[in-house]
C-alpha cells in the first residue's frame, strides 16, 4: 500500500510540475505574442507617418510663404488653422517635432545638408550649432522617426 502511495505522490508531483512549466510556458507566449502585437502596431504607425511627413513639410513651406500682413487674411486663418490640427494629431499620437536650430549639432537626430558660414551673417552661433533647419525631424514614442535636415555653422 505505501509503494502504491509513493508512486501515486510521485504522479502527482510530476503532474503538477508538468503543469506549472506548461503554465509559464503559456504567460511567456502570451507576453511575447503581446510584444510582437505592438511592434506591428507601431511599424504600422511609422509607415503611416512616413506618407504623412512630405504633406506636412509642404505646409510648413506654405505657412512660411504666407505675407505678415495677410495672416488676418479668412483663407490664411483657416490654412493655420488646418496646420495647427495636424500639429495636434502628432502631438496626441505621442509625435514630436525634433527642435534644431540654435542647437548642437548631433548626429543621432540631425542629418547635415549643408554649412553655413559664420562670418556672412547668416550663420548664427558658434561653430557646430545647428544654424537652419531645412526639413523637420520627427520622433515617436523616444524612437527617431525621422533625422532633422539641417544647415551647420562652419
Not at 68 to 84: A, C, D, H, P, T
Not at 105 to 127: C, L, N, R, W
Not at 136 to 143: C, D, E, L, R, S
Amino acid at each position: 500500500m505505501e509503494k502504491e502511495i509513493e508512486k501515486i505522490k510521485k504522479e502527482r508531483d510530476e503532474y503538477l510540475d508538468g503543469w506549472k512549466r506548461a503554465k509559464a510556458d503559456f504567460l511567456n507566449y502570451k507576453k511575447e505574442e503581446e510584444e510582437r502585437m505592438q511592434a506591428t502596431i507601431d511599424f504600422s504607425r511609422r509607415c503611416l507617418l512616413e506618407k504623412i511627413l512630405p504633406i506636412l513639410d509642404n505646409l510648413a513651406r506654405a505657412e512660411k510663404e504666407i505675407p505678415e500682413g495677410e495672416r488676418e487674411n479668412k483663407v490664411y486663418k483657416g490654412f493655420l488653422q488646418i496646420v495647427s490640427q495636424w500639429q495636434e494629431f502628432l502631438k496626441s499620437e505621442g509625435i514630436e517635432a525634433i527642435e534644431s536650430v540654435g542647437k548642437p549639432f548631433d548626429p543621432k537626430i540631425h542629418e547635415a545638408v549643408g554649412e553655413v558660414d559664420p562670418s556672412t551673417g547668416s550663420g548664427q552661433g558658434e561653430s557646430g550649432v545647428v544654424a537652419e533647419e531645412v526639413e523637420k525631424g520627427y520622433i515617436m514614442n523616444g524612437t527617431l522617426i525621422r533625422p532633422a535636415k539641417v544647415k551647420v555653422v562652419k
